[in-house]
């Protein structure tokens, strides 16, 4: 079957101005009537849209008549529909009412007082954005508990590949941070302990700060960056692929699917990262300690199994799980909150990035205070 090419007639009636289309407003053919839209757009007062000769319309030839009313409406024109079949008005209609306004901004406050408008509107955002992170958590929380109970569900091959996204193809970039971070300390210790003569006790410095504090903040603050954000990437171009809605809609659900399996693989990989972290950093500490202060390795080995308790390993590694659950929730929930367009996916990587990595210091805040309390 054949298609109409379509056409764009300007011309005045009276004292109304006159857009006649007739054909097959198809997407296909749009490209030719960019121009006379272009000019159309321009028309101000009166203005009426034949639609009579109109054989054919799709949802870009709605789009674009929607879009000359809603220019026209703005440049204070008023707009009418003359004619058509009424599936090629319903079919206008429906496309003007669910049109993205992407043109539309908000309005900024002006005045003495509109800092108190805006932080009210910040405070009410800020709250219902936490409640919807609680709600999100629960929803996490509630699926790895049923993963564990009943493993036959739980998708081993999505679990399998996200541990050695998130792991095994780390370990570089962790081991390089961990090693820079033991030769840091090594030789920042050495030059502030050799004014005091106790060169030694560098040993306890680079093994206390590696293993309790600074091996898996640092790996936790690396892994927000590069898995964190690859969650939220790839979630939320899942989302406005609407792959997400053609899962709800087999009966699949998105937690249990995406976000558990991506969760329980840092789980499980944010500890050994921790662990490697803390291994590569006590080499470099060595290493640099010998270099500069002449401490063998030999004597480096015998201080830490003698004066280095294994509670400070341990108070780190239990810093890790927590620190994997806020990662892998967070940039989740980011993910689930894009809304239409790809910028809305880089700025809520972005913001996944940003909030995982305060909240892991703020956690780790946290734990300092509660181990210091116990006496750990």
Sequence with gaps: MGVDEPHLELRDDAAVKVVQLSGDLVTAHLGSLEQSFAQAQALTGAVRIELEGLTGIDTGGAWMVSRLRKRVAQAGGEVTLSGGAPDHIALIETVTQAAFESEMHEVVALGRWAWVEQLGKTAVSGYRAALSLI???????????????????????????????????????????????????????????????????????????????LGILLTAIIVAGRSGSAFTASVGSMKVQQEIDAMQTLGLDPIKVLVVPRVLALLVMLPLLGFVANLFG??????????????SPGMFITRLHENTDVKHLIVGMVKAPFFALVIGVVACWQAFQVQGSSTSVGRRTTSSVVQGIFLVIALDALFSIFFAELGV
Excluded: C, N, Y
């Design 282 to 295: 006590l080499f470099g500490g060595a290493l640099m300690s010998w270099v500069s202060l002449d401490v």
């Design 135 to 213: 709600s999100f958590l629960g929803q996490v929380l509630a699926g790895i508990a049923g993963a564990l109970m009943q493993p036959h569900k739980l998708r081993w091959a999505s679990l399998v590949t996200h541990m050695q996204d998130v792991g095994f193809s780390a370990v570089p970039i962790v081991a390089l941070m961990g090693f820079l971070i033991g030769v840091v300390l090594g030789f920042q210790g050495a030059s502030q302990l050799q004014q005091f003569g106790a060169e030694v006790f560098v040993v306890e410095l680079i093994s206390i700060s590696v293993l309790r504090e």
